[in-house]
């Protein structure tokens, strides 16, 4: 039963442009949402994190939305570039050390 | 570079022969986690050291067995790996969790294993 999904396996985007990668989660006490990203070969990097008590954070061209009621959340990056091409997975957490992940969304930069 | 660092990056192993694969970390964070991650699935928490205490998951086969002897090291051990046990195993760190906050976990490169 997978807690955190990420129903897009991939994402193309030109560069400049804004991507968009979504997340949706079932497990309402998740308190704490995070996203990571991986380039082939590497071990995944934190990106960005959101609190449950907000709605928006943001970290220069990186910008997290959650919309609790909708159990969503959104990565925005803007503009996109060739280096934000990796795999990006949603994760959340509740209340201990323990996160769990998504599948991840592969995002391609097109130049 | 503070960093976390897993060797061997690449393992190939016969089926049922015992496999250890390594971890460790310069970050000095007091927790530390295993992760099973097979292709195009979300990364599968195995287990987590919260200093010296192991932390099992419930559906984590007895196949797969841990050790940590300080705080820098940490060890999986698969004792009689099967064809399916070929994955990516993924080694993080964090502090521990801050109050009313998360825990940004560090990881490490990781090591893939495939049984023949």
């Known amino acids: 039963d997978q807690q955190v999904k990420q129903n897009s396996p991939s994402l193309s985007v030109q560069e400049g442009r804004i991507s968009i990668l979504n997340c949706d989660y079932t497990?309402?006490?998740?308190?704490?949402f995070l996203w990571y990203k991986k380039y082939p070969a590497e071990g995944p990097t934190f990106l960005i994190s959101?609190?449950?008590?907000?709605d928006k954070n943001e970290d220069g061209r990186f910008t997290v939305f959650l919309n609790k009621s909708a159990k969503h959340l959104s990565l925005h990056i803007v503009p996109s570039q060739p280096g934000d091409s990796a795999v990006y997975f949603c994760?959340?957490?509740?209340?201990?050390?323990?996160?769990?992940f998504g599948k991840g969304t592969r995002l391609h930069i097109l130049p | 570079d503070a960093m976390v660092i897993q060797n061997p990056r690449y393992q190939v192993t016969q089926f049922g022969k015992p496999v250890t694969l390594s971890c460790s970390q310069t970050?000095?964070?007091?927790?530390m986690y295993w992760y099973q991650q097979k292709s195009s699935q979300a990364p599968k928490l195995l287990f987590h050291?919260?200093?010296?205490?192991?932390?099992n998951e419930a559906d984590t086969p007895d196949n797969f067995q841990s050790r940590r002897p300080n705080t820098s090291f940490c060890f999986l051990d698969i004792r009689s790996p099967g064809l399916g046990d070929t994955a990516m195993y993924l080694c993080?760190?964090?502090?521990?969790?801050?109050?009313?906050?998360?825990?940004?976990?560090?990881f490490g490169p990781g090591t893939r294993l495939t049984v023949l």
């Open positions: 050291y919260y200093d010296k205490d192991f932390n």
């Open positions: 970050l000095n964070h007091n927790v």
């Open positions: 959101i609190s449950s008590i907000k």
């Open positions: 993080a760190t964090s502090r521990e969790q801050l109050a009313g906050g998360g825990n940004e976990q560090f």
């Open positions: 497990n309402s006490m998740f308190d704490y």
């Open positions: 994760a959340a957490s509740v209340g201990d050390d323990k996160i769990i």
